[in-house]
């Protein structure tokens, strides 16, 4: 017999997790939560369609853990205290040994964080599955995508690139499962909350890569009305990554890879000398550039500028 709405929403969805800030969970219409007074409710929506945004066989704990992942990623790009999260779930058939898989992701995720999975959506239709969450920040110290001014220092965490390797690799079938490093490292990546919250008061903006660091990149030079200058030979390659791919190929995954959940983010000159010495609440951070006026993004190597259109690099654009 095939589960029933309510016996699925009951058996995967709805465990607490002792939030004092939940006033009501799970069950009722809609949930009541406690924003602390002085902050702005921080919320941010994500859709992972079938297909489109994960591959058809992908293990479902992974779906989960990514559908959470996105949305704790925007949260933390924000400097917010990720809080409660939302989950619409649109379900081709009840499954039970993938719901309980895909339950196990997202909340072990969501544990790491504290994070409340207080509400959601059941419907039958095709595999979608979104997640909104919420948290909040002091309005005055979120980071914006809008605050970098000529001067500032430059800044990505992390290892860029890494999942956008590991996605590649599935895709060409060159490895499936997850105990491959770089298939972890896009199936599982870790939102950078700690590193967002440790920028609040310090960096003058910020955002997460989720495009690509080239693209994402315009678009905060664009918000802040700045043009910013990239040192490509500055770009963070991994251990790991530089195993696997030519040099060439690795600044490829690092400027155009998407699912790491990176934080780029700006620094006043005068306190970035404090993030040169090369990590944040854990998370390295790499120094790759610096913010000038005009518009659009300039690459150099060696103080020689490069044109990143030509030599193949034209789907950067
Ligand atoms: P309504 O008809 O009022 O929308 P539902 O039957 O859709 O109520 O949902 C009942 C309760 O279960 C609500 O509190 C809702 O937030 C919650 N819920 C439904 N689907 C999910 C889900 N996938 N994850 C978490 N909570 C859910
Ligand atoms: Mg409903």
New binding site residues.
Partial sequence: VPLG?FDL?ERY?SRGSGRRDVLLG????A?LLEVPPGRALVAAVDTLVEGRHFLPDAPAGSVGHQALAVNLSDLAAMGADPAWVL???SLPESDEAWLQSFASGLYALAERHAVE?V????VRGPLVVTVTALGSVEPALALRRDGARPGDVLFVSGWPGEAGAGLEALRNGAVRNDDDPLVRRYRYAEPRVELGRALRGRASSAMDVSDGLYGDLQKLCKASAVGARLDLGQLPVSAELARHHAQAECERFVLSGGDDYELLFTVPVDRAAGFEAGALAGVPVHRIGVIEAGAGVRCERDGCAVDLRGGGYDHFA
């Avoid at 799970?26 to 219409?29: F, I, L, T, W, Y």
């Avoid at 509400?119 to 059941?122: E, F």
């Fill in positions: 709405e929403i969805f799970v069950g009722d219409d949930a989950l619409s779930l999975l509400g959601g959506d059941t």
